[in-house]
T-cell receptor
Framework: DAKTTQPPSMDCAEGRAANLPCNHS???????VYWYRQIHSQGPQYIIH???NNETNEMASLIITEDRKSSTLILPHATLRDTAVYYC?????????????FGTGTKLQVIP | DVKVTQSSRYLVKRTGEKVFLECVQD?????MFWYRQDPGLGLRLIYF???????EKGDIPEGYSVSREKKERFSLILESASTNQTSMYLC???????????FGAGTRLSVL
């Protein structure tokens, strides 16, 4: 699996967009980018994933660069409840064993 | 919504005790996982199962065993609990081919 690099922490003002970067320069052509988050004292929660096109769902948007070596998760209007650790993961979609390696992620603090 | 339920949120056990952590999912997922999470180390995979009665070792299986007698239930067993097994334990499940893991709320185990 490709390795990912994320900043250890970020702050964002409440109501503003939170842009969380992730570098995955060794990503392979068949690897997807996944984002999860973990709110304190809870299990990780899936947010979004994509291959090469930008993706949007009710939680967030995912922007993947054309060369696929980096991506950005965007929370358009951050709230205090978005304070969490955000994990960027790259992985193929395939049958069978699906090991997911979580790094240490980015701790996002949303400030009132 | 997918629901992954872990039997206890908090558990305190004594050194040498046999400990059972139970996990149940309600979405007919083939794959189930046990992780532990420690500060600064992220999530580490202990064991996973891709079918009933099937199990595979993850990255840190030593001191643990698992049981999967029914598709919806995956148990983690600490044969003889030790203080270095004090940790947050997270269970997850996923559907083969989708590679999205759904996590339980976690069990915080303290071994005294």
């Amino acid at each position: 699996d490709a390795k990912t690099t994320q900043p250890p922490s970020m702050d964002c003002a409440e109501g503003r967009a939170a842009n969380l970067p992730c570098n995955h320069s060794t990503i392979s052509g068949n690897e997807y980018v996944y984002w999860y988050r973990q709110i304190h004292s809870q299990g990780p929660q899936y947010i979004i994933h994509g291959l090469k096109n930008n993706e949007t769902n009710e939680m967030a948007s995912l922007i993947i660069t054309e060369d696929r070596k980096s991506s950005t998760l965007i929370l358009p209007h951050a709230t205090l409840r978005d304070t969490a650790v955000y994990y960027c993961i790259v992985r193929v979609i395939s049958g069978g064993y699906q090991k997911v390696t979580f790094g240490t992620g980015t701790k996002l603090q949303v400030i009132p | 919504d997918v629901k992954v339920t872990q039997s206890s949120r908090y558990l305190v056990k004594r050194t040498g005790e046999k400990v059972f952590l139970e996990c149940v999912q309600d979405m007919d997922h083939e794959n189930m996982f046990w992780y532990r999470q420690d500060p600064g180390l992220g999530l580490r995979l202990i064991y996973f199962s891709y079918d009933v009665k099937m199990k595979e070792k993850g990255d840190i299986p030593e001191g643990y065993s698992v049981s999967r007698e029914k598709k919806e239930r995956f148990s983690l067993i600490l044969e003889s609990a030790s203080t270095n097994q004090t940790s947050m334990y997270l269970c997850a499940s996923s559907l083969t081919g989708r590679n999205i893991q759904y996590f339980g709320a976690g069990t915080r185990l303290s071994v005294l």
